[in-house]
């Protein structure tokens, strides 16, 4: 399964030159746990942080990251890869989440 979601913040975002964000940022291979989501709630709050998204924005950027993370935890087989982006141009904030695809029952994750 490969989830990907856009949201764009509800007002533009301070940009300061020193820390302008880049069109891609990458990507993380996530440990196969429970604990995944939280590993990609830090990673996206320090750069939503860093790209000065707006607090309702970076919400709903944090609540999509922890529900698609849980679900290839809970659903799917490794690799849990997880990717962030700041679209420059849009100020769009993309999150990719892929995985192995679906495992052989849920809460799998014991068998990783």
């Known amino acids: 399964m490969i989830a990907t979601c856009a949201y764009a913040p509800e007002a ?3 940009q300061d030159p020193a820390r302008s964000p880049s069109a891609s940022v990458g990507t993380w291979t996530l440990t196969h746990r429970p ?3 939280g590993e990609a709630r830090k990673i996206t709050t320090e750069l939503l942080t860093r790209w000065s998204v707006t607090e309702g ?3 709903s950027v944090l609540l999509t990251v922890s529900e698609l993370v849980t679900n290839a935890v809970e659903h799917a087989r490794p690799p849990l890869n997880f990717g962030l982006s700041l679209d ?3 100020q769009r904030v993309h999150v ?3 995985d192995g ?3 052989a029952a849920d809460g799998d994750w014991a068998g990783s």
């Open 12 to 14: 533009t975002p301070r």
């Open 35 to 37: 604990e995944a989501a």
């Open 57 to 59: 924005a970076a919400d």
């Open 88 to 90: 420059p141009g849009t």
């Open 96 to 98: 990719e989440v892929s």
């Open 101 to 103: 695809g679906p495992a």
